[in-house]
């Protein structure tokens, strides 16, 4: 897991996720990314799926206007918000909080990670940031 700090944003599979979504993937690859995590309940949560996952709850919430930090590697999603002018429906908030809600639940990869972490509550509090944005 090439992760470099609690920020949502701060690990390799969330870059190449919104790489993926600026390039075309759009909203479709955002109900994608959290369909894949609602519907692994009972399963073991893959960390590459909740990482994506949790990037495109972030994403929702900057394309419903509300931003979160903007960094170097948010910038090419910021971008596209700003001019990809997309609607987001109020089911794909739910799905997305749901998606958050899973990925802290067991079994976790990402969870189970984080837990081990001396960063934990830094973490914690970039997620809740997200759900409460959303």
Do not use: H
């Amino acid at each position: 897991m090439g992760t470099w700090g609690t920020g949502v944003f701060d690990n390799d599979a969330a870059c190449d996720f919104a790489s993926a979504v600026v390039g075309g993937g759009g909203v479709r690859a955002l109900d994608e990314a959290v369909d894949r995590i609602v519907s692994s309940e009972g399963d073991f949560l893959e960390a590459s799926d909740a990482q994506e996952g949790l990037a495109a709850a972030e994403i929702i919430a900057r394309l419903r206007g509300s931003p979160g930090e903007q960094t170097a590697y948010t910038a090419a999603i910021d971008a596209w918000v700003k001019s990809a002018r997309a609607q987001v429906p109020d089911e794909l908030v739910g799905k997305a909080r749901r998606a958050i809600a899973r990925m802290l639940s067991e079994p976790s990869e990402l969870l189970e990670a984080w837990t081990e972490s001396d960063d934990i509550e830094g973490w914690r509090s970039a997620v809740k940031a997200v759900v409460r944005r959303l």
